[in-house]
């Protein structure tokens, strides 16, 4: 899960993409995580999805409407 998310993260700072291509990116991690440890989705929702969100506001931008593909918890 980690190589995973440290690539995922990796690839969200380094490639050209927009906002849909970074949300699609993130949604089949998420997928991939869940089918390798499906005990883990509090866990993702909790501290990668925030993680996620803050990597695709500051590499990638602001999603373009109010709708998300991910629900990402609010704080």
Known sequence: MRTLVDLTCQVLMQAPMTRPEAE???????????????????????????????????????PQSRGRLLPFPKR
């Open 24 to 62: 699609r990116l993130v949604a089949a991690t998420r997928a991939r995580v869940l089918e390798l440890f499906p005990e883990k989705a509090e866990t993702f929702d909790l501290i990668l999805a925030p993680r996620f969100e803050r990597l695709m506001r500051e590499h990638v931008g602001p």
